[in-house]
């Protein structure tokens, strides 16, 4: 799917749910890491993750799932490359196509299409916040195999929607 053809509403929940600094960041988010380190020393665990979106792209196309010191720095070191090779979009629109979101559905549109049966230009607000609340965890968010859940991070995402005060224009690009 072009990006172009990707709802602004779709976009924006996206971004809310992922990386609100998209736009803003050079592929690595610095005050997400400082925010995820705070939160995780805090918990005394690895609650929070940082990555941006250009970083998940790098993992999803070059990298393994392990969860190693050398791969999160092959990812940044990748992520940065993708950021001066690709435009914001560009990247935004890889994403988008290729994501995992559960159900064998891979990009938002196979998404649309297995969880909605509708096209991505078909979706409603709530749908599109609940494709965009999939990719933190895609079996755990499953809205056919739990609604509850699903549920409340689609309402997680529209919250951060608003807070980042979406509107029909877009604050996201």
């Given at each position: 799917?072009?990006i172009?053809?990707?709802?602004?509403?779709?976009?924006?929940?996206?971004?809310?749910?992922?990386?609100?600094?998209?736009?803003?960041?050079?592929?690595?988010?610095?005050?997400?890491?400082?925010?995820?380190?705070?939160?995780?020393?805090?918990?005394?665990?690895?609650?929070?993750g940082?990555?941006?979106?250009?970083m998940?792209?790098?993992?999803?196309?070059?990298?393994?799932?392990?969860?190693?010191?050398?791969?999160k720095?092959?990812?940044i070191?990748l992520?940065?490359?993708?950021?001066?090779?690709?435009?914001?979009?560009?990247?935004?629109?890889?994403?988008?196509n290729?994501?995992?979101?559960?159900?064998?559905?891979?990009?938002?549109?196979?998404?649309a299409?297995?969880?909605?049966?509708?096209?991505?230009?078909?979706?409603?607000?709530?749908?599109?916040?609940?494709?965009?609340?999939?990719?933190?965890?895609?079996?755990a968010?499953?809205?056919?195999?739990n609604?509850?859940?699903?549920?409340?991070?689609?309402?997680?995402?529209l919250?951060?929607?608003v807070?980042?005060?979406?509107?029909?224009?877009?604050?996201?690009?």
């Amino acid at each position: 799917v072009r990006i172009d053809d990707v709802p602004v509403q779709l976009r924006q929940a996206i971004l809310a749910a992922e990386d609100e600094r998209f736009y803003e960041h050079p592929g690595i988010d610095p005050i997400g890491i400082a925010r995820a380190a705070v939160a995780n020393v805090v918990s005394g665990g690895r609650g929070q993750g940082a990555s941006t979106i250009t970083m998940q792209v790098a993992r999803n196309f070059f990298l393994s799932r392990e969860k190693t010191y050398n791969r999160k720095l092959y990812e940044i070191l990748l992520a940065l490359k993708i950021e001066r090779s690709l435009g914001k979009d560009q990247i935004l629109e890889l994403y988008i196509n290729q994501i995992y979101l559960g159900q064998r559905a891979y990009g938002f549109s196979t998404a649309a299409r297995t969880y909605f049966g509708k096209t991505l230009k078909e979706l409603t607000l709530p749908e599109s916040a609940m494709l965009a609340g999939l990719p933190k965890a895609p079996s755990a968010y499953n809205p056919t195999a739990n609604l509850r859940r699903a549920t409340i991070r689609q309402q997680s995402v529209l919250r951060r929607m608003v807070a980042a005060a979406c509107t029909d224009e877009g604050t996201y690009r």
